[in-house]
């Protein structure tokens, strides 16, 4: 038994998407659609299993032997038919993108993009079924997150181990953390001690003239 290799992989899948396959594969890949969409846990996101990783395992091997009886002589497992559905939608997104950009434009009935997809009608269960992808504008990259937004914790910028000192060393921390301009500001002054003046006064000048 040949091994399927990413070559043949990527041959199958193109293969796939043609409108020039062989009618084996046209088969296959109808077959495979019938029985992707009597699986809901692998495609209806709003579905109860979606989120169920047995339900699809469990489904997958049911497209997995689909896929076998159609290639018997090929080695198929889960990812190789997880890349052909993959795919089967991509392909399918395409042509419904086009229909709805002639749509939106404002063409005439005549204009409207039709599908060139044999299986376009056979994947209309699928049309409302892609997931959006969230996308970043200026504003929510530049918006801050809410726990930005939070008030800061008076003690965010503490260092752990202040935060654990016990209650008996907070007015030495307190003392300490006093800055030297407020300490001089509240450091008791000295009475200042008037110097004594050597000038005479008048008298004693009065004196020493007449003496003199």
Not at 30 to 38: C, Q
Not at 55 to 75: N, Q, R, S, W
Not at 80 to 89: T, W
Request: a positive charge; aromatic letters at 6%.
């Amino acid at each position: 038994m040949p091994a399927t290799t990413p070559a043949t992989i990527i041959g199958a899948i193109a293969a796939s998407c043609s409108s020039q396959m062989s009618a084996n594969e046209q088969d296959c890949v109808r077959a495979l659609i019938e029985m992707y969409r009597s699986l809901p846990c692998l495609w209806k996101i709003k579905s109860a299993d979606y989120s169920n990783r047995y339900k699809k395992k469990g489904a997958y091997e049911k497209l997995v032997a689909i896929y076998k009886e159609h290639h018997p002589t090929e080695t198929v497992d889960e990812h190789i038919v997880r890349k052909k559905i993959q795919a089967l939608r991509t392909v399918y997104k395409k042509e419904l993108n086009k229909v709805e950009k002639s749509l939106k434009s404002g063409a005439g009935t005549d204009d409207v993009y039709v599908p060139k997809l044999w299986y376009y009608d056979l994947l209309a269960f699928t049309r409302d079924q892609e997931i959006p992808r969230p996308c970043q504008t200026v504003t929510s990259i530049c918006a801050p997150s809410p726990k930005e937004n939070l008030p800061e914790s008076p003690d965010e910028h503490v260092p752990l181990q202040q935060r654990e000192r016990p209650e008996g060393n907070d007015v030495q921390s307190h003392q300490s953390s006093r800055s030297p301009c407020l300490e001089e500001q509240t450091r008791p002054q000295r009475p200042s001690r008037k110097r004594k003046s050597t000038a005479g006064t008048p008298v004693d000048l009065l004196a020493m003239a007449n003496n003199g």
